[in-house]
């Protein structure tokens, strides 16, 4: 065939085949970077928050969370007067692209700070949760005064084994009622107390509640039924003739 397919072996004799492992790291990168900036748009929250920026205001101040980055601001001038990273420092990026385990660490600790978040204001505190993390944090000082971790029991220390490729988190469902933070997040509910963390009740979701999947068929033929195939052809999933 003619056109641009004609380039490309040509091309590839030229510049050689692409080095894999490069390919592989600048492909978890571009993962990261592209599923970051989606996430500011969709998954709306009330007064006017989406994606993982979330904006609270309260008698203490206007306070903003991004990407597991808290500040707090004037309400009136907008002057920031602090600034509470939740998970320490953004780790720089790999200068090595060819290093596989390292991108994936610098991955994965992109993808903690995307986890979609919820933030409400209690008293002179915040409830923030945001990925398996939950803290209660002075407004004052932007201090943590407690936190909890809301892991699923036995479930691994990192649910995406440091491959940093979780992108199944939404924002999860809550109802705070005096003291205790109601949520139900991924395949399970429960409560927990604000005022020092500790997990009152958890649950299974029944299957009805279970997130939705999409279930492509065996082998992922194209746009095939799941459940079935077709046998050579145009024949009908299930039989031939």
Known sequence: ????GALLPSAIKRKGVMNMKHLFSALLLVLATGILFAQGFG?????????NTLLVNSPKGLFALRAGVLAKFDAATLKSALVFELFGPMPERPTDNNNRDAMQKYVTELQRRMAPPIMLVKDDALLVVIGDGFARINQDTLKVEATADLSPPGAPVAADAGRGFRNTDTVPGYLLVNNTLFLMRGTELLSLSVTDGKILARTPLPKELQPLQLNLPAGGRGNQPAG????GGNQPAGGGQ
């Open 43 to 51: 998954g709306g929250m009330p007064g006017g928050n989406s994606g």
């Open 228 to 231: 079935g195939g077709r046998r």
């Open 1 to 4: 065939m003619g056109g641009r």
